[in-house]
């Protein structure tokens, strides 16, 4: 069964820094490019980045690029989203989701709570 | 990479059907066929039901279909039922690489 499980999130200050972690089982995690969503309470689906197979290509929304950073680990089978300089406006429940299929995210983890706040 | 343009509403009684629009630009719905579409029920993960514009993945329902003409792409939903009410959103693939979602669209069965 593929899951995808979030974990990290929390309160962090405004400027501080938070790492989101993504740990995938029930398949290769290493043959599929992965993704990370965010939804802010009471808001829609929003795209922030995308990592292809083995890390090496990197795409961001205007939004989080130069302060967010996409990596992962395939020895580990887990996908990673850094947090710098986070604001108000990045408080959402952030998502990890594989792209099983090109073009689209097949599943989608549970997502893991974000808030940024002083 | 502004957000695709979905009817912030929709409504139908069960039974009949209901179509949802999602336009973006020739640089991303018009551009590729990279069109999808995601299910999302209360406080749970989105769940793919369209992808490729057209396709349904395994398991979806065939009450569900897509489609796009121009810059515009469609999600019906044929044979309305309690269960499908919930908030829809399109996502497109786009020129700058990036991915793009529509803004939802939330569906009510009277």
């Known amino acids: 069964e593929v899951q995808l499980v979030e974990s990290g999130g929390g309160l962090v200050q405004p400027g501080g820094s938070l790492r989101l972690s993504c740990a995938a089982s029930g398949f290769t995690f290493s043959s599929y490019w992965m993704h990370w969503v965010r939804q802010a309470p009471g808001k829609g689906l929003v795209w922030v980045s995308r990592l292809n197979l083995d890390g090496s290509s990197t795409t961001y929304a205007d939004s989080v690029k130069g302060r967010f950073t996409i990596s992962r680990d395939n020895a580990k089978n887990t996908l990673y989203l850094q947090m710098n300089s986070p604001r108000a406006e990045d408080t959402a429940v952030y998502y990890c989701a594989r792209e099983g299929i090109v073009g689209a995210t097949d599943y989608w983890g549970q997502g893991t709570l974000v808030t940024v706040s002083s | 990479q502004s957000a695709l343009t979905q009817p912030a509403s929709v409504s139908g009684s069960p039974g009949q059907s209901i179509t949802i629009s999602c336009t973006g630009t020739?640089?991303?719905?018009?551009?590729?066929?990279?069109v999808s579409w995601y299910q999302q029920h209360p406080g749970k993960a989105p769940k793919l039901m369209i992808h490729?514009?057209?396709n349904r993945p395994s398991g979806v329902s065939n009450r569900f279909s897509g489609s796009k003409s121009g810059n515009t792409a469609s999600l019906t939903i044929s044979g309305l039922q309690a269960e499908d009410e919930a908030d829809y959103y399109c996502?497109?693939?786009?020129?700058?690489?990036?991915?793009?979602f529509g803004g939802g669209t939330k569906l009510t069965v009277l």
């Open positions: 020739s640089s991303d719905v018009g551009g590729y066929n990279y």
């Open positions: 996502s497109s693939y786009t020129r700058s690489r990036s991915w793009v």
């Open positions: 490729d514009v057209s």
